[in-house]
């Protein structure tokens, strides 16, 4: 087991699958062997993945595999590793599984299966989750955008995710931020100096790609450019909590990788779980909504599917909360929720728009710049994107219809809107 025996101890895996076979009710199962695997697909940017792997036996002729997904921060000698430590990502995620959701999801309700069960977690060092795959859910190309039927079961679930802030703010009487602040700071684009270069450097890869759009002239490219800059210099401001809208645990990160599907016989999607919660924040649930269509869909089904799709979000909020014997009404009414959705439609537009070239870059290039080159990810990170994102804008199809996608959605809004381009 060389490199990785150092994850976990012998003791740590001997409790975290006791703690699963009691919970199993398999008592008389006794421990064979464990393994832990490296999973080497780079299927997220902020931690180094690993199955644990178990085989337990109630006799020699009866033996059954458990698998734990067990995840730890970038490696000491990336640029990921540095960002992490700074800005709490990996601590946070351990606080959220170990403090905030036992309390607020009330755990032992059987519908949590929308998050893995944790096992351990040691806050700069090791997270253990229940295997997603192990119980029927996969993940989806992330290449293919979702469709209304992915689309529908994601908006029924974070429906019952956020609703657990409501229900958990109503009991208490008091905000899941001032409850937990210890785990509610900003981890994506914090207001300092180093997260500032991060998000200059997507600002100026984003305004790299105007040149590369189709029918945009030499005028048009130009505006758009200076509306883009004057747009986002108040983003990352707009990631703090709203004063004006009603804030919940947005997941903040909604992207295909980071949303595990369960499929019927006919490969129909009927459940859905949300993992990684490393950059989740306090906003208003249009937050969550607005960016995850940005981030998995294309302008088409948010042209035909949205006022469906906020709708099927909120009936099934007042269900959860109805479950709570609350009235979504009294807490949260339709209204309120139309409003916050116009309000943050343009953010989270730019949201999608600055996080999309990173999300979909081919497996070579990430793996390159993330685990394999991580030296040459420090430039691309806090310096310019641009020679990665425009390169992958020329060499991949798929990528190349998605930026264009994501962008001229915001230049035909701004010009519905009226914004001044000069």
Not at 21 to 37: K, T
Request: proline share 5%; hydrophobic share 40%.
């Amino acid at each position: 087991m060389c490199e990785v025996e150092k994850i976990l101890q012998d003791e740590q895996c001997f409790e975290i699958i006791r703690k699963k076979l009691q919970q199993e009710a398999m008592d008389d199962f006794s421990l064979i062997n464990y393994e832990i695997v490296p999973i080497n697909e780079v299927n997220g940017y902020m931690g180094q993945y690993f199955t644990l792997k178990a085989i337990v036996a109630k006799s020699p002729f009866e033996t059954k595999s458990i698998n734990f997904f067990t995840k730890i921060p970038p490696p000491i000698n990336s640029p990921m590793y540095d960002y992490s430590q700074l800005y709490g990502t990996f601590k946070k995620e351990v606080a959220l599984y170990t403090t905030v959701f036992p309390e607020m999801l009330n755990m032992n309700d059987l519908d949590k299966r929308y998050i893995p069960e944790c096992f351990l977690g040691i806050e700069n060092d090791v997270i253990v989750l229940e295997d997603m795959a192990h119980n029927g859910y996969t993940m989806t190309d992330k290449f293919t955008p979702f469709d209304f039927e992915h689309c529908e079961i994601l908006m029924k679930t974070l429906a019952k995710f956020h609703a657990k802030s409501f229900i958990f703010e109503q009991q208490y009487k008091k905000t899941l931020h001032d409850e937990f602040s210890h785990c509610m700071q900003e981890t994506l684009w914090p207001a300092d100096d180093r997260a500032k270069a991060m998000f200059d450097a997507s600002v100026k890869g984003i305004v790299s790609m105007i040149d590369l759009l189709p029918r945009l002239n030499d005028d048009q490219r130009s505006n758009f450019k200076e509306k883009i800059v004057k747009l986002c210099v108040d983003h990352m401001d707009k990631l703090s909590p709203s004063i004006k809208h009603k804030n919940v645990l947005c997941h903040g990160d909604l992207w295909a990788n980071n949303i595990l599907f369960k499929y019927d016989a006919d490969k129909k999607p009927i459940e859905c779980c949300l993992i990684d919660f490393q950059l989740a924040r306090y906003n208003p649930p249009a937050h969550d909504i607005l960016c995850f269509l940005q981030f998995t869909t294309t302008r088409k089904l948010r042209e035909k599917h949205n006022e469906t799709l906020f709708r099927i979000y909120y009936d099934s909020m007042a269900i959860v909360m109805k479950e709570a014997d609350l009235n979504i009404s009294d807490i949260f009414s339709w209204d309120e929720f139309v409003e916050s959705i116009q309000d943050l439609r343009i953010m989270c537009i730019i949201h999608g728009i600055l996080n999309t070239p990173i999300m979909l870059l081919k497996p070579e290039a990430a793996s390159k710049y993330f685990s394999e080159e991580p030296e040459h990810l420090e430039n691309i990170l806090y310096v310019d994107r641009t020679p990665l994102i425009c390169g992958q804008f020329k060499e991949v199809p798929e990528y190349r219809a998605r930026m264009i996608d994501g962008l001229l959605e915001l230049y035909d809004y701004i010009i519905d809107n009226n914004y001044t381009m000069q």
